[in-house]
């Protein structure tokens, strides 16, 4: 494994950052018009551990005012009663206009949270998602269905308060953003705190386009108490949550206690299975991609490897092979695989975890260590346990971070893939197609993949159990923006 994180590139990031799009640093976006905010908060590159900016920190009575223009948007203005056509239209010219600075969005990306740029899911994914609903949008049956002695109208559910978390800040928006949009909601978007800047970008592009005032808000924070006050705002009708599976219970006991609609895409604890006729070599020549992608920070990653005991060996030795390669450092560096954790805390929690699984019993095979804090970074590691009650085995790490684990049949496999609270993704690696299906079949998690396959972006996401309620994405995604109303005819 090579490490090579650079501090000294801190200032040739930090010059690019605001280049492109005018990034307004004490202002949020309300109403359709940049508004000073009445303070700023200090934000960290985690390559190097030093502030990269200052960044508007809004109020509650900012977000006051931002889910008024949005109610006022949605109750008098004309986007809820737009054409899905022309709404989609809009969406087009975003993705478009997106595209044109994806650049930029990647280099503010890499300096808010460390992103590897090698990880382009990051920039490729949002426009993708854009075009999809836009094009969603030629299905006429979408907002209006006429049935056997019935009329079936799907309306916008309202006024959205878009919450989102800072390991894949601008998809996480986007994915949101663009079904509500198309539904006609209008939204308060309430990003991370650690990357405020790319959603300051984003404003600036929708601002740019045009839209009418108070369908999309922004109000950046470092605060807690001004989240929960958008999450409880007697004005918002749904909230949209991307985050912590601890901060998503919050939520939704907040959002229960009015009955107000709530999405959640949370945590994520996914098992690869490597059956005894499985290409070891493939399956693990993965790992990069699948299981430490963005520094392992990604809720869907198959952070643990079930390995058949025929072939536990060969695939702890790939691994090894597998790891030897990869390269730490500086996230602006295409060279990189692994970039820092996104800030301190991270970092430490990361930490924790690991020694409370050793301390329970787990072996450190490898890595797993701080390696600098001049910068977040954590040497990439593997642990190994039988236990399905391990911490390592049933929390999320958050980091490049690996749980091996031996199984002896097919039923052993799901048990321990199912042995989690988590249920967002999953894997079978074998050679017969049908059992690979059967397998899948017996997972409990929203999206399974066999022999690697990764579904196409548009593909709906989210998980059972504590991976979230409902599902992002897909045609499924653009129905948590609707309310479904039936008109009974003579």
Request: with cysteine; net charge negative; glycine share 8%.
């Amino acid at each position: 494994m090579t490490t090579t994180p650079g501090p000294n590139r801190h200032d040739a990031r930090g010059a690019l950052i605001g280049r492109d799009l005018p990034i307004r640093r004490d202002h949020l976006y309300i109403d359709g018009d940049f508004r000073p905010a009445s303070g700023t908060y200090t934000v960290i590159d985690p390559a190097t551990a030093r502030p990269m900016g200052q960044a508007p920190a809004g109020t509650a009575a900012d977000i006051d005012r931002a889910v008024a223009a949005a109610r006022r948007a949605f109750d008098t203005g004309p986007w809820p009663h737009l054409p899905a056509a022309e709404r989609a239209a809009f969406l087009a010219r975003l993705a478009a206009a997106y595209r044109q600075h994806s650049g930029h969005f990647a280099e503010l990306i890499i300096a808010q949270m460390g992103s590897p740029v090698s990880f382009t899911a990051q920039t490729t994914h949002p426009p993708a998602v854009l075009d999809f609903y836009a094009a969603l949008a030629d299905d006429d049956r979408l907002l209006h269905e006429e049935r056997d002695g019935y009329l079936v109208h799907r309306e916008p559910a309202g006024v959205v308060g878009i919450i989102t978390p800072w390991n894949m800040p601008s998809k996480t928006i986007i994915m949101k953003l663009a079904p509500a949009l198309l539904a006609g909601c209008t939204a308060v978007i309430k990003p991370a705190p650690q990357t405020p800047f790319d959603a300051l970008a984003l404003i600036d592009l929708i601002d740019w386009l045009d839209l009418p005032p108070g369908v999309v808000n922004v109000v950046t924070t470092p605060s807690n108490s001004v989240a929960e006050r958008l999450v409880t705002h007697p004005g918002v009708d749904k909230i949209a949550f991307t985050g912590s599976t601890a901060t998503g219970a919050l939520i939704a006991a907040l959002c229960g206690a009015d009955i107000r609609r709530v999405s959640l895409e949370l945590g994520g604890k996914s098992a690869m299975i490597v059956t005894e006729d499985a290409d070891v070599h493939a399956a693990i020549a993965t790992v990069p991609a699948q299981s430490l992608a963005n520094s392992g920070q990604i809720c869907s990653n198959l952070t643990r490897i079930i390995a058949h005991t025929a072939v536990y060996a060969d695939v702890l030795d790939a691994l090894d092979s597998v790891f030897d390669r990869l390269t730490v450092g500086d996230p602006a560096d295409p060279a990189t695989d692994i970039g820092p954790l996104a800030f301190e805390a991270q970092l430490d929690r990361a930490a924790a975890h690991i020694a409370q699984a050793i301390g329970e019993g787990a072996t450190l095979r490898r890595g797993a260590t701080i390696l600098r804090r001049d910068g977040h970074y954590l040497q990439p590691g593997i642990l190994t346990t039988d236990d399905p009650r391990n911490h390592a085995f049933r929390v999320e790490i958050f980091a490049p971070v690996l749980t091996v684990t031996p199984y002896i049949g097919d039923d052993h496999a799901i048990e321990l893939a199912n042995a989690t609270p988590y249920g967002l993704d999953g894997c079978i690696w074998t050679a017969d197609p049908g059992r690979a299906l059967h397998m899948a079949s017996r997972i409990r998690s929203g999206t399974v993949r066999v022999n690697g396959a990764e579904p196409p972006v548009h593909a709906p996401l989210g998980g059972y159990k504590r991976s979230g309620i409902g599902r992002e994405l897909g045609p499924e995604g653009l129905a948590a923006y609707l309310e479904t109303k039936v008109v009974a005819t003579a």
